[in-house]
Nanobody
């Protein structure tokens, strides 16, 4: 119901854009989020956006470098990642939350998950 893509390998300082295509069911949800998980680490909040566009949230480690956006007509959420650092290496997951909530910034608040796309940043 969520299809993430766009991962790959890039050198530090480079850019990647991730995409997450939602099905009609998951596109009728309240918000979409991106999370990431590096080997041996907990899943980390990256960014979230409300489908209405009323609110956007970023994790502290990516604020100012990453931009989340959405295309309602295409039922797609994007994560533009600039100035990538080695520490950004992880599997990135998109997720959808059904109902309205203040600050959808933790993984347990999400109902649907995509399969993940791997991002590797080398020095």
């Amino acid at each position: 119901q969520l299809q993430a893509s766009g991962g790959g390998s890039v050198q530090a300082g480079g850019s990647l854009r991730l995409s997450c295509v939602a099905s009609p069911r998951t596109a009728s949800t309240y918000a979409m989020g991106w999370f990431r998980q590096a080997p041996g680490k907990a899943r980390e909040f990256v960014a979230a956006i409300v489908w209405s566009g009323d609110a956007i949230y970023y994790g502290d480690s990516v604020r100012g470098r990453f931009t989340i956006s959405r295309d309602n007509a295409e039922k797609t959420v994007y994560l533009q990642m600039n100035k990538l650092m080695v520490e950004d290496t992880a599997v990135y997951y998109c997720a959808a939350r059904r109902s309205k909530i203040l600050r959808p910034t933790t993984s347990n608040l999400y109902n649907y998950w995509g399969q993940g796309t791997e991002v590797t940043v080398s020095s």
